[in-house]
Structures are given as structure tokens and as C-alpha cells.
């Protein structure tokens, strides 16, 4: 069963930073890609980070490009997301995904609020 736990959420000040984890199970890590995204009350999901298999390559939203930095450590089946410079618009819940055997995995994910 894929499966993604993320964790390392919370209540920051504007300008804070967290770093959040997933870790997958079910599914080979290091053959898949891991995408990021955020979803606010109101709000249409929205993608916000890619990096790749072997983590040599990585994408952004141009929302949070420059803040955040995606990386993953295959030896322990994880990926992170480094959230530096938060703003209040950050605040969502963030998720993260994969493609595996003909559809798409998400996690529950784990809540960010950035507030003063």
C-alpha cells in the first residue's frame, strides 16, 4: 500500500521557517519522483515542488521560488521541504504526492499557519 506521512507542521510569524517531512512507504522511494503541494480553505490544490528520483533535479511555483528548497534522502524513504522567508500566504496544508502504478498517492498532510 503507498502510503506518505508527513509531520514537522506548525504556527509560525511571518518570516519563520519549518521544515516538513515525508516518508512513503509501499513503493520503491528511490524510483519516484516526489511532488510537494499546499491546499488553503477556499483555495484549489496547488503544486508546489517536484524533485526527482535521485534528487538531482528540482522545481518550484513561482510562489515560493527562492524560499523553499525540496530534497530526499532515499536511504531513510523521505523528502523534505525546507520553508524559509514564510509569509501568511503560505499558510495551508501541505501534502506530498506520487505517481505509482497507474495513479496518484497523497498523504494526509500536515497543517503550516503562518501568523503574527
Known amino acids: 500500500q503507498v502510503q506518505f506521512a508527513e509531520s514537522g507542521g506548525g504556527v509560525v510569524q511571518p518570516g519563520g521557517s519549518l521544515r516538513l517531512s515525508c516518508v512513503g512507504s509501499g513503493f520503491t522511494f528511490s524510483d519516484n519522483g516526489i511532488h510537494w503541494y499546499r491546499q488553503s480553505p477556499g483555495k484549489e490544490r496547488e503544486w508546489v515542488a517536484l524533485i526527482s528520483s535521485a534528487g538531482k533535479s528540482t522545481s518550484y511555483a513561482e510562489s515560493v521560488k527562492g524560499r523553499f528548497t525540496v530534497s530526499r534522502d532515499n536511504d531513510k524513504n523521505t523528502s523534505f521541504l525546507q520553508m524559509d522567508s514564510l509569509k501568511p500566504e503560505d499558510t495551508a496544508v501541505y501534502s506530498c504526492?506520487?505517481?505509482?502504478?497507474?495513479?496518484?498517492?497523497w498523504g494526509q498532510g500536515t497543517q503550516v499557519t503562518v501568523s503574527s
Open positions: 504526492s506520487t505517481f505509482e502504478g497507474g495513479r496518484r498517492y
